[in-house]
């Protein structure tokens, strides 16, 4: 469905409108860092790093501000709607975990051990207490993004602390999401949420723009675990038809 008869329903266009650019920007990015492994393609590699990290930070920081709007209508029905977060978590992890058996069984390096996926399933349950700190998590996300300098510098000879951004020396994945600093960036978009959306409603006046081009990113951004999931069967196909067959990944 598309267009304003969507919207008055209750959906925030602006909000499926950011995840869309999100989901396509990532495509976009993944794609290149197919190249990279498939072709060999090496060009303009500061941009495609600053591009990769805008990319995850729109990305993350959307899911936050989707996360305020969801639990502030789900408290209404229910004060304590904990079930549809655990249920929330064990999908998208449970999907993380497909990828992470996928690329190890198929990559020679790089295995992606806490993604994306991972961490947006494990932040929709660490974000329900600091729900009711509102605007307050400006201050929880500095720490968490100001975090990660310190703990980016702690090593351990272990795969467990992955998920807080300790990692062995010489650790290499190709889709890494710790908590420190991702779950700063994911509270931000909190905070703006709790002023942005009050109890889940929009507190400023938008309208719809009736043009092809945003009902396209917009039916994206309403379908972005779906793009993710497929995306990269796709473009590894496609690749590995222009390639002639699948070849060494390494780091590049």
Same mark, same amino acid.
């Given at each position: 469905?598309?267009?304003?008869?969507?919207?008055?329903?209750?959906?925030?266009?602006?909000?499926?409108?950011?995840?869309?650019?999100?989901? +396509?920007?990532?495509? /976009?990015?993944?794609?290149?860092?197919? &190249?990279?492994?498939?072709?060999?393609?090496?060009?303009?590699?500061?941009?495609?790093? &600053?591009?990769?990290?805008?990319?995850?930070?729109?990305?993350?920081?959307?899911?936050?501000?989707?996360?305020?709007?969801?639990?502030?209508?789900?408290?209404?029905?229910?004060?304590?709607?904990?079930?549809?977060?655990?249920?929330?978590?064990?999908? &998208?992890?449970?999907?993380?975990?497909?990828?992470?058996?996928?690329?190890?069984?198929?990559?020679?390096?790089?295995?992606?051990?806490?993604? /994306?996926?991972?961490?947006?399933?494990?932040?929709?349950?660490?974000?329900?207490?600091?729900?009711?700190?509102? @605007? @307050?998590?400006?201050?929880?996300?500095?720490?968490? +993004?100001?975090?990660?300098?310190?703990?980016?510098?702690?090593?351990?000879?272990?795969?467990?602390?992955?998920?807080?951004?300790?990692?062995?020396?010489?650790?290499?994945?190709?889709?890494?999401?710790?908590?420190?600093?991702?779950?700063?960036? =994911?509270?931000?978009?909190?905070?703006?949420?709790?002023?942005?959306?009050? @109890?889940?409603?929009?507190?400023?006046?938008?309208?719809?723009?009736?043009?092809?081009?945003?009902?396209?990113?917009?039916?994206?951004?309403?379908?972005?675990?779906? /793009? =993710?999931?497929?995306?990269?069967?796709?473009?590894?196909?496609?690749?590995?038809?222009?390639?002639?067959?699948?070849?060494?990944?390494? /780091?590049?």
């Amino acid at each position: 469905m598309f267009g304003s008869e969507l919207y008055s329903r209750g959906r925030f266009w602006e909000v499926d409108f950011a995840r869309g650019v999100g989901i +396509i920007m990532m495509v /976009i990015s993944n794609f290149v860092t197919d &190249l990279q492994y498939f072709l060999n393609y090496s060009g303009h590699p500061l941009f495609w790093k &600053l591009f990769a990290y805008t990319t995850a930070s729109i990305f993350v920081f959307i899911s936050g501000l989707s996360f305020w709007i969801s639990y502030s209508r789900s408290i209404k029905k229910s004060p304590r709607p904990y079930g549809k977060y655990f249920r929330r978590f064990g999908k &998208l992890f449970g999907i993380g975990l497909v990828i992470t058996i996928v690329t190890y069984l198929f990559l020679s390096d790089g295995t992606i051990y806490f993604g /994306i996926l991972h961490f947006l399933g494990l932040a929709s349950i660490l974000a329900i207490p600091f729900y009711s700190f509102g @605007k @307050k998590n400006v201050l929880f996300a500095i720490f968490f +993004i100001f975090g990660s300098l310190l703990v980016s510098r702690i090593h351990a000879n272990t795969l467990l602390f992955l998920p807080l951004g300790i990692t062995p020396q010489s650790f290499f994945t190709l889709d890494y999401f710790p908590i420190f600093p991702w779950f700063g960036v =994911y509270l931000l978009g909190l905070a703006v949420g709790s002023f942005a959306y009050p @109890k889940g409603e929009r507190s400023f006046e938008v309208a719809f723009p009736s043009f092809i081009p945003v009902e396209f990113i917009c039916f994206a951004g309403r379908h972005t675990l779906k /793009i =993710y999931v497929a995306h990269q069967p796709i473009l590894v196909g496609l690749l590995f038809l222009l390639h002639g067959g699948l070849p060494n990944l390494t /780091i590049p």
